[in-house]
């Protein structure tokens, strides 16, 4: 069942129940503005959404076109947090700031990381800056920050908690070595690369 709010003029929260998980998103003037992860409940996804975009007051609102666009993104933000290959195209995201460092996320294959030290490098900037971006990326799982990590291979943190970031990490095939540390074998680094 989709539930959609209407916040301001052309700015609508969606939540879609997908296999009994809940993802929210906001879509501002048609494009997606942020997401959350897919939760275990309407409320959760509802507390994300207002917690990371900055959302007061919420209206209920009916629109057929929204819903269908609305159901196809979160079938995809559920392929991609049970670790099944899909692809979102990125149009339909509204750019947002340091789009350049979020949109390059992708190039980390699945069932791969990389360190906030490998990203700081490709992008010529302290690790902790790249840090500080992937903890406000608005689109989990769309754009895989959770593929990113500290040097000492141990997982860093996410904005829905480690333990996820580690399921996540595993459904992508990603070999741990403890319980919040990744394997060698799984880091990926990007020889010569630099934008």
């Known amino acids: 069942m989709t539930v959609i709010f209407s916040v301001r003029l052309q700015e609508y929260i969606v939540i879609e129940e997908v296999n009994k998980f809940f993802v929210g998103m906001l879509f501002k003037k048609g494009k997606l503005f942020c997401n959350t992860v897919p939760l275990k409940s309407r409320d959760k996804a509802i507390f994300h959404l207002k917690r990371s975009c900055y959302i007061e007051k919420l209206s209920v609102k009916r629109d057929s076109l929204m819903q269908e666009e609305a159901r196809r993104i ?77 040097s000492n291979m141990n997982l860093g943190g996410y904005s829905y908690g480690v333990n996820l970031k580690r399921e996540i990490l595993r459904r992508e095939g990603v070999k741990m070595s403890g319980i919040n540390k990744v394997d060698i074998s799984s880091l990926h680094k990007f020889m010569g690369t630099e934008v």
């Open 74 to 150: 979160a079938e995809s933000i559920f392929d991609l947090f049970m670790g099944r290959p899909t692809s979102i195209d990125l149009n339909i995201l509204a750019k947002v700031p340091h789009w350049n460092i979020l949109t390059f996320l992708p190039n980390i294959p699945r069932g791969k990381v990389c360190t906030y030290g490998e990203l700081g490098r490709v992008f010529k900037t302290n690790p902790r800056v790249i840090g500080m971006i992937m903890s406000k990326n608005p689109f989990p799982l769309i754009l895989p920050c959770h593929r990113v990590i500290r």
